[in-house]
T-cell receptor
């Protein structure tokens, strides 16, 4: 079965600085990849997804991610963060032959400081 | 659309009591998922339904847990009897036909004392 590793449990950054949240996955078949954001006391909201095609995926709120098959990675980036980006970010993977089984990483807590 | 609706948002109960969590998926979505989120184990899939039929309940931790989907607009997750280790946030998510994106509800925070 597929699995996801988020390498950083917490990432503190200053406002307007760039940020990268790292995600690596493991699977023996082709995959679909997702990044979700969770604000306090709320459910998860989809930021972006990779299904096929261009490996650079743009999402909402200025985030983007790049699928790297050789590195089995799907890192999330934003060139300039805002205080409002403070949240928990989850990377998720599902296998193309079973998209009902989505596995989530442990999450990365992004804290943007003024 | 109102999004996925879950109730209650918070539930505090004593050990041994029955707990029922409710979910109303987005209209027209044919798949429904129940997840549990804890600090120790992260986000875990408990069970999912396609067209109201339970497909995979291998994530349900014990027989104390059961889930039903009597129709396309309503699902319940029941814990009987509840235990302190069941304390967690329970999320419901739905997904439309042909899509890979799941839409999450706001969650129910369950505390069992």
């Amino acid at each position: 079965a597929q699995s996801v590793t988020q390498l950083d449990s917490q990432v503190p950054v200053f406002e307007e600085a760039p940020v990268e949240l790292r995600c690596n996955y493991s699977s023996s078949v082709s995959v679909y990849l997702f990044w979700y954001v969770q604000y306090p006391n709320q459910g998860l909201q989809l930021l972006l997804k990779y299904l096929s095609g261009s490996t650079l995926v743009k999402g909402i709120n200025g985030f983007e991610a790049e699928f790297n098959k050789s590195q089995t990675s799907f890192h999330l980036r934003k060139p300039s963060v805002h205080i409002s980006d403070t949240a928990e970010y989850f990377c998720a993977v599902s296998e193309s032959n079973n998209n009902n089984d989505m596995r989530f990483g442990a999450g990365t807590r992004l804290t943007v400081k003024p | 659309d109102a999004g996925v609706i879950q109730s209650p948002r918070h539930e505090v109960t004593e050990m041994g009591q029955e707990v029922t969590l409710r979910c109303k998926p987005i209209s027209g979505h044919n798949s429904l998922f129940w997840y549990r989120q804890t600090m120790m184990r992260g986000l875990e899939l408990l069970i999912y339904f396609n067209n109201n039929v339970p497909i995979d309940d291998s994530g349900m931790p014990e027989d104390r847990f059961s889930a039903k989907m009597p129709n396309a607009s309503f699902s319940t997750l029941k814990i009987q009897p509840s235990e302190p280790r069941d304390s967690a946030v329970y999320f419901c998510a739905s997904r439309p036909v042909g899509s890979y994106e799941q839409y999450f509800g706001p969650g129910t925070r369950l505390t069992v004392t």
